[in-house]
């Protein structure tokens, strides 16, 4: 550990401070992904608010096309490490790498822009708007619809017309919301709001997709709905996801490698037999029933 460099001031950073360093390899990643690039990496990631250490030596690289839980007690910072992955804050400590490529110095949209896509704890949508222009939003920020021609093998006209149009049309189907694409976002139920917006953030074409509590409010069969689609979704677009969520069972159900956070650090890391078997685990979090 002694050559790594750990930056105790917010930047501007110098060439030097930016130079990428090796970490213990505490990073597992599946099967699959092993000879790909990490899509996203922390190093030393850390924010204080004021006296207080919200956020501190988090760690975690993710696989292109996991599915990563971020699991803790309320006030753990989880929310605070999704606000720092997209750059709504900017670090105290430490560097994010998307493919990469360090993030230092991006702003919320550009970060968006180079592939961090996120939903927020409370719902955050145009209300006035219908549920396609909100999706349209999303894909305004995209420069080509590459990607979404060749998933959705989109007829060659698409591309030339009405292709935002068609593309919100097979997004929103995803989540069997096609139907409801002349609907203002505010009429939406509560469940259909939460779907809107993770199909919203998806419309920017991410490649690597935030979630922050997104089953929350949600019944039991919603939930279970929700957690098959957050599978389809990696499954057709081949990218990842890392969710906050409080339902274990979602959490145990979907996430491949789980990171339990605790007063700002991570506690444990692993597959979700790991967590659920981890003795601090239970301790700090899963032994609390007001959080389950
Ligand atoms: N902008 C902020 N200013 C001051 N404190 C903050 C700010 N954002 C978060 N915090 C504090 O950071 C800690 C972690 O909060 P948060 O990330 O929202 O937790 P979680 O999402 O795990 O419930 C809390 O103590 C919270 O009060
Ligand atoms: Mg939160």
């Known amino acids: 550990m002694s050559d790594i460099k750990v930056v105790e001031k917010p930047g501007p950073f110098t060439e030097e401070e930016k130079k990428l360093v090796n970490v213990p390899s505490d990073t597992f990643v599946t099967e699959r992904d092993k000879d790909k690039p990490l899509v996203l990496e922390t190093r030393h990631l850390g924010i204080d608010f004021g006296g207080l250490t919200a956020v501190d030596e988090f760690n975690i690289?993710?696989?292109?096309?996991?599915?990563?839980?971020?699991?803790?007690?309320?006030?753990?910072?989880?929310?605070?490490?999704?606000?720092?992955?997209?750059?709504?804050?900017?670090?105290?400590?430490?560097?994010?790498?998307?493919?990469?490529?360090?993030?230092?110095?991006?702003?919320?949209?550009?970060?968006?822009?180079?592939?961090?896509?996120?939903?927020?704890?409370?719902?955050?949508?145009?209300?006035?708007?219908?549920?396609?222009?909100?999706?349209?939003?999303?894909?305004?920020?995209?420069?080509?619809?590459?990607?979404?021609?060749?998933?959705?093998?989109?007829?060659?006209?698409?591309?030339?017309?009405?292709?935002?149009?068609?593309?919100?049309?097979?997004?929103?189907?995803?989540?069997?919301?096609?139907?409801?694409?002349?609907?203002?976002?505010?009429?939406?139920?509560?469940?259909?709001?939460?779907?809107?917006?993770?199909?919203?953030?998806?419309?920017?074409?991410?490649?690597?997709?935030?979630?922050?509590?997104p089953a929350a409010g949600m019944n039991p069969s919603e939930t279970e709905e929700l957690m098959k689609n957050i599978a389809k979704i990696r499954d057709t677009f081949g990218i990842a996801v890392m969710l906050i969520e409080h339902d274990m069972k979602l959490v145990m159900g979907i996430c491949e490698v789980i990171a339990v956070l605790n007063f700002g650090k991570i506690i444990a890391k692993g597959t979700p037999s790991e967590i659920r078997s981890n003795p601090q685990v239970i301790e700090a979090y899963l032994g609390s029933k007001k959080d389950e």
Do not use: C
């Not at 105290?92 to 998307?98: A, Y």
């Not at 822009?113 to 995209?142: C, M, P, S, W, Y």
């Open 61 to 213: 690289g993710i696989g292109a096309t996991e599915i990563t839980g971020l699991i803790g007690p309320n006030g753990a910072g989880k929310t605070t490490v999704f606000n720092l992955l997209t750059k709504v804050y900017e670090p105290t400590r430490g560097s994010i790498l998307l493919n990469g490529v360090d993030t230092h110095g991006m702003n919320p949209a550009s970060v968006n822009q180079a592939g961090i896509a996120r939903t927020f704890q409370n719902i955050r949508l145009f209300d006035k708007l219908t549920v396609e222009e909100n999706v349209k939003i999303g894909l305004h920020n995209r420069t080509d619809y590459g990607m979404f021609t060749g998933i959705f093998r989109l007829p060659k006209y698409w591309k030339e017309e009405k292709k935002s149009h068609e593309i919100a049309l097979e997004l929103l189907d995803i989540f069997g919301m096609a139907d409801q694409a002349d609907v203002r976002a505010d009429s939406l139920p509560y469940g259909a709001q939460r779907r809107l917006e993770i199909v919203r953030a998806l419309a920017t074409d991410p490649k690597i997709l935030l979630l922050d509590e």
